[in-house]
């Protein structure tokens, strides 16, 4: 059996894990709900410079 942790739900079932989480007051319902938000792009998200430069360039330039 190996020691290496590769899924969410294996983390979530781990009993060090669940004893820190119990700790913390923290349920596994909670730590998937704040990663699938984290996944998720933010609707305000700003766009990264070189996104906005290029299409700022091709308003003016009329491309």
């Not at 979530?12 to 699938?36: G, H, K, N």
């Not at 290029?54 to 003016?60: A, D, G, I, L, R």
């Amino acid at each position: 059996m190996s020691d290496r942790i590769s899924t969410l739900d294996e983390l979530l079932r781990d009993p060090m894990v669940l004893l820190v989480m119990e700790r913390d007051r923290v349920r596994p319902e909670q730590v998937r709900l704040l990663l699938e938000r984290a996944r998720r792009p933010a609707a305000d998200a700003v766009p990264p410079a070189h996104v906005v430069a290029k299409s700022c360039m091709q308003q003016w330039l009329g491309r």
